[in-house]
């Protein structure tokens, strides 16, 4: 177990984790009971989980400018503290994707995308519970390898959802947008997999 001062780094990550699974959340409500009348209220919301992680991450990075020994490298804590915030961002990147392009019903697909990021989201909290007894920890391990077993179920889902949105849909404005949104939502997947791979990385460089 880390000791108590180390804790403020690995309560952080939780925390900014925590925000990604909120806005995951967010995310499912607003594909999964779509209403484009409503979209702006969805918007402003998750902009105040997404100013929230940014907050956290700006005191992060207080707190290592101040901090003389660190438990890991200061350039790995930054690393994770971006890579997290990443997950935040492409989430919200969603949200306002669908609403620039004024979006008017939802593919079935990307609900499933969206209920896909929440469990890779909780994966990554989960790691990041488990991440400050990362020399001893076993189900760490699991964490990591779910997060990227997630990921490549979102490659499957990303690839049948374009091949089905181009031989069901002539439209070819409605097959650019869609293209755009399985695109970011994809993505959202990989900012996940790219937090699980540095924590993989550090974990080698510190056992």
């Known amino acids: 177990m880390s000791k108590k001062s180390d804790m403020i780094y690995f309560d952080n990550f939780v925390q900014c984790a925590d ?10 409500r607003v594909l999964e009971n779509f209403d484009p009348a409503r979209i702006s209220e969805s918007i402003d919301e998750i902009h105040e989980v997404e100013h929230e992680a940014d907050v956290k991450k700006h005191d992060l990075m207080e707190e290592l400018m101040r901090a003389f020994i660190t438990p890991i490298e200061r350039e790995d804590i ?34 499933r995308f969206a209920k896909l990021v929440i469990r890779c989201c909780e994966m990554v909290k989960a790691t990041m519970e488990e991440f ?54 994809e993505d959202c997947l990989d900012a996940c997999e790219h937090t699980s791979d540095i924590v993989e990385t550090v974990i080698m460089k510190n056992t």
């Open 19 to 28: 925000c990604a699974v909120r806005a995951a959340k967010i995310l499912e």
């Open 78 to 111: 930054m690393a994770i503290s971006q890579y997290l915030d990443d997950i935040t961002d492409k989430i919200e990147d969603v949200i306002l994707r669908v609403y620039i392009c004024n979006v008017t019903s939802i593919r079935p697909e990307s609900v």
């Open 132 to 185: 400050p007894n990362f020399k001893k920890s076993k189900e760490l391990k699991q964490c990591l390898i779910e997060i990227n077993r997630l990921e490549e179920d979102g490659d499957s889902l990303y690839l049948n959802s374009m091949r089905t949105l181009h031989t069901s849909t002539t439209d070819p404005v409605e097959i650019i947008v869609w293209r755009d949104i399985f695109k970011y939502l």
